[in-house]
């Protein structure tokens, strides 16, 4: 495989660890490239759920890159081939760099179905099972520009035991060197690129081992799997990552799978994390929901003054924030108002004051609430503009906190206002 022109530049580390920078030499011609910290645009076979390609391109701060998961397209495979000009062009995609993961994030996968020659993926059609060589298959069908290797990611679960994560490890490696070997001699595949996986379930050993090994193949990045919200607890999570990332190349992409809620981004971006998959918004939409937390760093003097004494008393208590059904990414966390609730059904002001998304110039809870309510299909398009406008906005946030020596500042913000919902929620319960 020819040398990778995936580049991470790095402009800023703050406090050894947080990364900030443009990941650049993206696509078939090296000519995109992506801020860090950052995510991926979520997609159901390339289409953001809920929005059609105009609308979604009448948004700002969009990322360049767009996922794709073989679970959504692996029972199109063979419409594919016979297509021959790859997914991109098939689903009608605007100008995109297209990443194809293995499994749906906003989707939990059952356990049990791995082998050391097979993974399975579940699509509308139910498990399908693949080899290493049905997996580069459709990879050569797909033609995306970046993709991630095979892998055995059942560890997540608290009960598993050493020797299964072991396992893990081990088939995750041979089934990248299987893909790498068959990525190699492939003319379809010129010029796409390969992130390796890093497992390990909960095991610190088998993290910085899987990561050692991983780090020493042809990869032009890292996907940290395993590791998504519910698995196991924030601070260990913190940890393995941390000790994962000592261990790969500073000049390489570290992606984090399955992790999407606002406050635990913000950990695992202090512990190294430079990209995340965007599914976070759709879950909100499908719960009916708003996402309504602040990530402004610049107020005006006035508000700054009213906010100096609430920060205070907050910022030594963040354990508060997100502690609604930590465990579950099914179920509303301290981010989002639940916009089905009567409270909404005359309150006309929008889902959140100053958001410029269209759903917020145009529209009131009061209009969202009786479109959830009456089940018009409008309500979930508006909620996933809105939704999909904020999330981004808060990475944007992000990235502007990090150039400008104010992460601690946002970080106190939007954990005071998760703090303030799940007040609010015990209250009104």
């Known amino acids: 495989m020819a040398g990778s022109r995936m580049q991470l530049e790095l402009s800023r580390v703050v406090q050894c660890t947080s990364r900030l920078g443009v990941l650049k030499g993206l696509g078939r011609t090296g000519q995109r490239s992506l801020e860090v910290p950052g995510c991926l645009l979520y997609t159901h076979f390339g289409t953001v759920p809920h929005l059609t390609q105009d609308t979604l391109h009448t948004m700002s701060n969009l990322p360049s890159v767009t996922q794709v998961t073989l679970s959504n397209i692996a029972e199109h495979q063979e419409v594919l081939e016979e297509f021959k000009d790859g997914f991109r062009k098939f689903a009608g995609l605007h100008d995109t760099v297209l990443y194809c993961s293995l499994h749906d994030p906003a989707m939990l996968c059952p356990t049990g179905y791995t082998t050391n020659k097979t993974v399975s993926v579940w699509g509308s059609g139910g498990r399908m099972e693949l080899t290493v060589a049905k997996f580069m298959a459709l990879q050569k069908s797909v033609q995306p520009d970046w993709y991630q290797s095979m892998a055995d990611g059942e560890t997540w679960q608290n009960s598993t035991s050493r020797k299964r994560?072991?396992?893990?490890?081990?088939?995750?490696?041979?089934?990248?060197?299987?893909?790498?070997?068959?990525?190699?001699?492939?003319?379809?595949?010129?010029?796409?690129?390969?992130?390796?996986?890093?497992?390990?379930?909960?095991?610190?050993?088998?993290?910085?081992?899987?990561?050692?090994?991983?780090?020493?193949?042809p990869v032009a990045g890292f996907c940290l799997d395993g590791l998504q919200t519910g698995s196991m607890d924030q601070s260990l999570r913190t940890q393995l990552i941390a000790a994962v990332n000592k261990e790969l190349p500073e000049d390489k992409p570290r992606l984090l799978q399955g992790v999407g809620r606002p406050d635990e981004v913000l950990a695992c971006i202090e512990a190294g994390v430079d990209l995340f998959e965007s599914f976070f918004p759709f879950q909100v939409t499908e719960r009916g929901c708003a996402l309504c937390f602040s990530f402004d760093i610049s107020p005006d003097p006035e508000r700054a003054v009213l906010e100096l004494g609430e920060e205070k008393d907050t910022a030594g208590d963040t354990k508060q924030n997100g502690d609604l059904n930590h465990d579950d990414q099914t179920q509303m966390t301290s981010f989002e108002i639940n916009l089905k609730d009567r409270r909404y059904q005359d309150d006309f002001r929008p889902l959140v004051?100053?958001?410029?998304?269209?759903?917020?110039?145009?529209?009131?809870?009061a209009y969202l609430h009786h479109l959830l309510v009456t089940n018009e299909l409008l309500a979930g398009v508006l909620l996933m503009i809105h939704n999909t406008s904020h999330?981004?906005?808060?990475?944007?946030?992000?990235?502007?906190?990090?150039?400008?020596?104010?992460?601690?500042?946002?970080?106190?913000?939007?954990?005071?206002?998760?703090?303030?919902?799940?007040?609010?929620?015990?209250?009104?319960?």
């Open 165 to 217: 994560v072991r396992k893990s490890v081990d088939r995750t490696l041979a089934h990248l060197d299987e893909c790498l070997l068959v990525h190699q001699k492939s003319q379809e595949l010129d010029g796409v690129e390969v992130f390796g996986v890093v497992e390990g379930g909960d095991i610190l050993e088998e993290r910085v081992r899987s990561a050692r090994e991983t780090a020493k193949r």
């Open 391 to 429: 999330y981004h906005g808060f990475f944007a946030a992000l990235r502007e906190a990090l150039a400008e020596d104010k992460l601690d500042l946002l970080k106190r913000r939007v954990l005071r206002d998760g703090a303030r919902q799940t007040e609010r929620k015990e209250q009104d319960g």
């Open 353 to 365: 004051e100053g958001c410029g998304c269209y759903c917020c110039q145009n529209h009131q809870r």
